[in-house]
């Protein structure tokens, strides 16, 4: 296969590097918390596998899967969804196949779209109401885009560079870790390129006990990244809801262990009448630099917004160095809450 211009390959770094003496906090969740009676608990995974190499096209696999624990604790399956990606290896990183579950005929108009730039427009183009009629598979597709971007950490670890760092300078204070000044920037600037992530072991998710905890996971191969989200939603008391989140992105290299290589927890406080955050924060669990963390706190600006406007207060305001856009995927994230309401034991969303 003819190589992308301006990529070149070269010797890759070990299955498991150093940790970078700049690196950002290395506390990851382990588990998950128990199930509680009378909660909807949704979870997510996306998986980059790369079976033909660093050149070969990307294959990314998306499953859900949305769980009502009742009163007494019993679980019930609410909805599934999947859905798998073909995507061509250049700078565009076009669509070539798309395959869904529940099959959706109209997202067969995502072959030949972008899977990274554009990609939420063409498919709100495409399918305006699939949000409303499927809205798991709708969660699924709206992390493709960041999910496809961050899938270059692997080609980077199997040796695949880009011949000028330089290029990169263009992404300069988009969020916390990209400021200039900062490690990345400071590190293309002095001709070395951009830096290489180390992260901690990932500890299991799973819960031993409790094989309900997640939908079905399978070991990632070598060099497989895995973007992983938990969204508990739970009845705090008589007058608030309570929404705890988990967001991780993994790395298994290959011959090594699985890494951490940004992960997030997220917990919000909301009025169950107008669906509006009174209390939310972020905590930063691992991070790829030092720099990084700081953006935790933008987490806080969503005190007082309707949870159904957060894509959009996300999208226009989240932006700069004080911010992090795997924090703001996150966060677009609890956009989902009204409908999550709707599917606790017992309780309809206003």
């Not at 696999?61 to 969804?81: C, F, K, M, Q």
């Not at 409303?132 to 709206?142: S, V």
């Not at 992530?197 to 939908?215: I, N």
Request: with cysteine; glycine share 8%.
């Amino acid at each position: 296969m003819r190589m992308a211009s301006n990529w070149e390959l070269v010797p890759p770094p070990p299955a498991e590097p150093p940790l970078h003496p700049r690196r950002g906090i290395h506390e990851p969740t382990a588990g998950s918390p128990p199930r509680r009676p009378g909660s909807v608990r949704r979870t997510i995974t996306l998986d980059s596998l790369r079976p033909d190499g660093p050149t070969g096209n990307l294959i990314l696999i998306g499953r859900g899967r949305d769980l009502a624990t009742g009163p007494e604790g019993a679980a019930s399956v609410i909805a599934e969804a999947m859905f798998r990606f073909e995507i061509a290896f250049q700078s565009r990183r076009e669509i070539l196949r798309v395959e869904t579950a529940p099959e959706v005929p109209e997202l067969a108009g995502l072959i030949g779209v972008s899977s990274t730039s554009g990609f939420r427009r063409h498919l709100a183009e495409i399918v305006p109401e699939l949000r409303a009629t499927h809205p798991l598979l709708a969660a699924l597709f709206d992390d493709a885009p960041v999910t496809s971007l961050v899938s270059g950490y692997a080609t980077a670890r199997m040796g695949l560079v880009h011949g000028d760092g330089r290029i990169m300078l263009a992404q300069a204070d988009q969020c916390a870790g990209w400021a200039r000044g900062a490690t990345i920037i400071n590190s293309i600037e002095d001709g070395n390129g951009p830096p290489m992530v180390t992260g901690p072991r990932a500890p299991s998710l799973l819960v031993p006990d409790d094989p309900m905890a997640w939908h079905a996971l399978t070991g990632l191969p070598p060099h497989g990244m895995r973007r992983a989200r938990r969204l508990d939603l739970l009845p705090a008391g008589v007058d608030a809801l309570q929404v705890d989140v988990l967001f991780r992105d993994s790395y298994q290299s290959d011959s090594g262990p699985e890494a951490v290589i940004h992960e997030y927890t997220v917990n919000a406080l909301l009025d169950p009448e107008t669906m509006t955050f009174t209390e939310i924060e972020s905590t930063p669990r691992a991070l790829p630099w030092v720099e990084c963390p700081s953006a935790a706190a933008s987490a806080t600006r969503l005190a007082g917004a309707a949870a159904a406007d957060v894509r959009q207060v996300v999208g226009t305001t989240f932006r700069g160095t004080s911010t992090c856009t795997h924090l703001n995927d996150t966060l677009r994230s609890l956009g989902d809450v009204p409908a999550l309401a709707a599917m606790l034991p017992g309780r309809s969303a206003p």
